[in-house]
């Protein structure tokens, strides 16, 4: 089992820029697909963007394309999102997310989270 610790989060204003990190326990991380997600209050949580565990394949959903990026660094044990542009609409909670490589990284079934950590975007 891996274990994910999310930080990055704050208070932006609109068209701010913010990186999420997430970082990963275990010696495994490199055979994990990774993605991020998130949550407004009232809300479900959505899917945001995935990484294959290789980190040669990324997916967005069509809210944040353009505007986000994800990215790995498996010598650190370390997922990243970078967020640029920023919405109101933006503001959730955000989650780190992780599952075994053998499935599909762009399904949405992640098996692994982490805690959040609160992105709040002021207009």
């Known amino acids: 089992q891996v274990q994910l610790v999310e930080s990055g989060g704050g208070l932006v204003q609109t068209g701010d820029s913010l990186r999420l990190s997430c970082a990963a326990s275990g010696r495994t991380f490199n055979y994990y697909h990774m993605a991020w997600f998130r949550q407004a209050p009232g809300k479900e949580r959505e899917f945001v963007a995935a990484?294959?565990?290789?980190?040669?394949?990324?997916y967005y959903a069509d809210s944040v394309k353009g505007r986000f990026t994800i990215s790995r660094d498996n010598a650190k044990n370390t997922v990243y999102l970078q967020m640029n542009s920023l919405k109101p609409e933006d503001t959730a909670v955000y989650y780190c997310?992780?599952?075994?490589?053998?499935?599909?990284?762009?399904?949405?079934?992640?098996?692994?989270w982490g805690q959040g950590t609160q992105v709040t975007v002021s207009s």
């Open positions: 997310a992780a599952k075994w490589y053998t499935g599909n990284y762009y399904d949405g079934r992640y098996t692994n």
């Open positions: 990484i294959r565990y290789s980190g040669g394949n990324t």
